[in-house]
């Protein structure tokens, strides 16, 4: 347990280590899923520079629109600053003269400012289709107070009543198959997962830097001159790389849940994927920490494996995306198996006793990865 504590003080007193471990992954989840919608309600700014009562009409219709939260907006420069900054996904103005212009038959151009990303384009064809609805009712206004049936605001009050009663286009829409990602699934949870995989491993890597350093400057090699035995040298060393690789992966589940409101699933399973996990990425560290001689080699080559086996194992992109060939090819890493593991437990509602198959797989590499890194740590130190 001392040699354990020596790894997760050196840990804390390092101040770039305390970054990439708590700030940067959760930074990560937290752009990824703003750049992939995330599961919050978009924003519509809302000017109405004309103040009239057909102006109202838009703007009420905007706020009854249901997933789309309205914010009014006073000044069209701060509008569009909200939008160039992401505050606002959209914004709608309504120009000086637009109820004089509809009013009597004219038109008027509503500016619509966005950013250019899908869920721009998407509150675009919300707030299209809501000021289509509109100008079709004031038409039919316009229409049946042309034709003598009382003046346009009778005529109005008269569409608004029978609107409703028109028969409305009905669209089914079936969808075949399982979907891969529910519809109830924000892009927070599915990128949660993968960057909990790749940070827990690749700062286990990196920790072998710690070891290697342990050994160069003769350590361990003098703590096999006390009555300590090397077995409790090399669990000492391994219960420090574990308590390390667990501790990034809980920061990245708790933190990621309160902040981002994350779901990982069956609690018990996402433990046991974590404490899996974690053992094959402190079982890579003792291997790499132990064959590697300067700490300049397990820094890149540490970074460099990490990047590459996490982009091969579906860390950076959903393994389902993957062709057939490519997706076998990625089960020869322990990332695949425990992106498997996720989402079986998050997308499908699944248990522990479901993930059964990836948690064997997982102890299986753990284990052939901490046996040669014991029998290589155990020759370095004894020759």
Do not use: C
Request: aromatic share 6%; hydrophobic share 55%; net charge positive.
């Amino acid at each position: 347990m001392l040699i354990a504590g020596v790894a997760l003080r050196r840990l804390a007193r390092d101040r770039s280590n305390l970054f990439f471990m708590l700030i940067f992954p959760l930074a990560l989840i937290l752009v990824l899923g703003m750049a992939f919608g995330g599961a919050s309600t978009p924003r519509l700014g809302l000017l109405d520079q004309d103040g009239g009562p057909l102006a109202a009409r838009v703007v009420n219709a905007l706020r009854h629109t249901p997933g789309v939260a309205v914010v009014a907006a006073d000044d069209e420069g701060d509008l569009r600053t909200a939008v160039e900054r992401g505050g606002l996904q959209a914004g709608l103005v309504i120009p000086a003269g637009y109820g004089a212009a509809v009013g009597s038959g004219g038109q008027a151009a509503l500016r619509y400012l966005a950013r250019p990303d899908r869920l721009a384009q998407q509150l675009g064809v919300t707030v299209q289709a809501v000021v289509t609805r509109e100008a079709g009712t004031l038409r039919a206004a316009r229409f049946a107070a042309a034709h003598g049936t009382g003046s346009f605001g009778e005529a109005l009050t008269a569409a608004d009543a029978f609107g409703p009663l028109v028969p409305a286009v009905r669209v089914t829409v079936r969808t075949t198959g399982t979907a891969l990602f529910p519809a109830t699934l924000s892009t927070y949870d599915v990128g949660a997962a993968s960057q909990l995989l790749l940070f827990v491993f690749l700062t286990s890597l990196t920790g072998a830097v710690a070891l290697i350093e342990t050994r160069r400057l003769g350590v361990s090699r003098r703590m096999t001159a006390t009555p300590t035995p090397v077995r409790t040298i090399m669990l000492g060393e391994a219960a420090g790389r574990i308590a390390v690789a667990l501790l990034q992966g809980l920061i990245i589940m708790v933190g990621s849940a309160l902040l981002f409101g994350v779901n990982w699933g069956d609690p018990l399973g996402a433990g046991a994927l974590l404490a899996a996990f974690a053992l094959v990425g402190s079982g890579a560290a003792m291997l790499v920490g132990a064959v590697l001689r300067s700490e300049q080699q397990a820094g890149g080559l540490g970074v460099l494996i990490g990047l590459g086996l996490g982009a091969l194992g579906g860390s950076m992109v959903p393994i389902e995306l993957f062709s057939d060939t490519m997706r076998a090819v990625a089960h020869l890493t322990p990332h695949a198996w425990a992106a498997d593991g996720f989402a079986e437990l998050v997308r499908r509602g699944g248990g522990i006793g479901d993930i059964l198959p990836e948690l064997g797989m997982l102890l299986a590499y753990a284990a052939a990865l901490f046996l040669a890194g014991a029998w290589r740590f155990g020759k370095a130190l004894t020759s």
